[in-house]
């Protein structure tokens, strides 16, 4: 890495706070993947305000410079993305054109964890997508679960919505134990490393 993937995640995540629109776009440079953070801020589902996924949106521009990938971060806190069959958000990530989605959220777990979410049935195996991102890794000794709690089968989700459209999608969970506040700086680098490996193999 040409700097510390830690450091970069925190200024990026810092950088949201000041970003004067309701999200942030990014073209994809090459590979049409299109990372997404629907839930990086507060938002509201069904009238109830919902947390923040912690650092995702950070973690979505990081990947996205690094990769070459596209990149969608929702700020509006208007609504949800990933609760509404139809929302603005949507609308941005099918203006990039991706062949690729990866929706990135966060969920508490005490374990060092990414978990993808195929929203494949119940028993289906997982997407050739979703064992890529897996195997890479579960090569940089991230360890993984797929399909557990957050199997991305919700209706609207980011997942069911770009699969729908014939798209590659999968969901990645990524514990908080994962992200800056709490992660040592060398499982970060092998966490970035790893996701933006899977990226490029993605976009491929």
């Given at each position: 890495?040409t700097s510390?993937a830690?450091?970069?995640?925190?200024r990026?995540?810092?950088?949201l706070?000041s970003?004067?629109?309701?999200?942030?776009v990014v073209p994809?440079r090459?590979?049409?993947?299109v990372?997404?953070?629907?839930h990086a801020?507060?938002?509201?589902?069904?009238?109830?305000?919902k947390?923040?996924?912690?650092?995702t949106?950070?973690?979505a521009?990081?990947?996205?410079e690094?990769?070459?990938?596209?990149?969608v971060?929702?700020?509006?806190?208007?609504?949800d993305?990933?609760?509404?069959?139809?929302?603005?958000?949507?609308?941005?990530?099918?203006d990039?054109?991706p062949?690729v989605?990866?929706d990135?959220?966060?969920?508490?777990?005490k374990d060092?964890?990414?978990?993808l979410?195929?929203?494949?049935?119940?028993g289906?195996?997982?997407?050739?997508?979703?064992?890529l991102?897996?195997?890479?890794?579960?090569?940089?000794?991230i360890?993984t679960?797929?399909d557990?709690?957050?199997?991305a089968?919700g209706?609207a989700t980011?997942t069911?919505?770009?699969r729908g459209?014939?798209?590659g999608?999968?969901q990645l969970?990524?514990?908080?134990?994962l992200v800056?506040?709490f992660?040592?700086a060398?499982?970060?680098?092998?966490?970035?490393?790893?996701l933006?490996?899977?990226?490029q193999?993605a976009?491929g």
């Amino acid at each position: 890495m040409t700097s510390d993937a830690r450091d970069e995640w925190r200024r990026l995540e810092r950088s949201l706070a000041s970003y004067d629109a309701p999200r942030v776009v990014v073209p994809a440079r090459e590979g049409r993947v299109v990372i997404t953070a629907p839930h990086a801020v507060e938002h509201v589902r069904s009238g109830e305000l919902k947390r923040p996924d912690m650092w995702t949106g950070g973690l979505a521009l990081l990947l996205a410079e690094r990769s070459g990938a596209g990149a969608v971060v929702e700020l509006s806190r208007d609504g949800d993305p990933s609760w509404q069959a139809h929302h603005p958000f949507k609308d941005a990530v099918a203006d990039l054109d991706p062949l690729v989605v990866l929706d990135l959220h966060a969920m508490r777990s005490k374990d060092h964890v990414v978990e993808l979410g195929t929203g494949e049935p119940a028993g289906d195996p997982p997407t050739p997508l979703a064992v890529l991102v897996r195997e890479t890794l579960e090569d940089a000794g991230i360890a993984t679960l797929t399909d557990h709690r957050f199997p991305a089968r919700g209706h609207a989700t980011l997942t069911q919505w770009a699969r729908g459209r014939g798209l590659g999608a999968a969901q990645l969970e990524v514990s908080v134990q994962l992200v800056p506040p709490f992660v040592d700086a060398r499982t970060c680098e092998r966490l970035v490393g790893a996701l933006v490996d899977a990226v490029q193999r993605a976009g491929g």
